[in-house]
């Protein structure tokens, strides 16, 4: 069973920076894509990053652009999320998922109904 751990949320100020790590666990194939997700309350699912496993290739949502960077460590089965300059917009949970549906960036009505999610760890950003 593949299994989803994230850690390195927190509170941070304005214009200050985090790192999100996902250890994932039981994958028994490279499978397709991991990426990162987030919910602020009352919000829809958003899609921060993704990372094609297989290739590298890495895609971010539109408000992340330019201050995230998602990167792969195979040989530990982490992912991490490098988040910089952040903003109180960016305060939400954020998910670590895997091959969900479409494994794109964009979140839709069914991406969460496949693939494996993790419980989330809160980011706070205040000014």
């Known amino acids: 069973q593949v299994r989803l751990v994230e850690s390195g949320g927190g509170s941070v100020q304005v214009g200050g920076s985090l790192r999100l790590s996902c250890v994932s666990s039981g994958r028994t194939y490279n499978g397709w894509c991991m990426g990162w997700f987030r919910q602020a309350p009352g919000k829809e699912l958003e899609g921060v990053a993704v990372?094609?496993?297989?290739?590298?290739?890495?895609y971010y949502g539109d408000s992340v652009k330019g201050r995230a960077t998602i990167s792969q460590d195979n040989r530990n089965n982490t992912v991490y999320l490098q988040m910089n300059n952040l903003e109180p917009e960016d305060t939400a949970m954020y998910y670590c998922?895997?091959?969900?549906?479409?494994?794109?960036?964009?979140?839709?009505?069914?991406?969460?109904?496949?693939?494996?999610w993790g419980q989330g760890t809160q980011v706070t950003v205040s000014s």
């Open positions: 998922a895997s091959d969900w549906p479409g494994c794109a960036v964009v979140a839709g009505r069914d991406t969460r109904l496949g693939g494996h």
């Open positions: 990372i094609y496993t297989g290739v590298g290739s890495t």
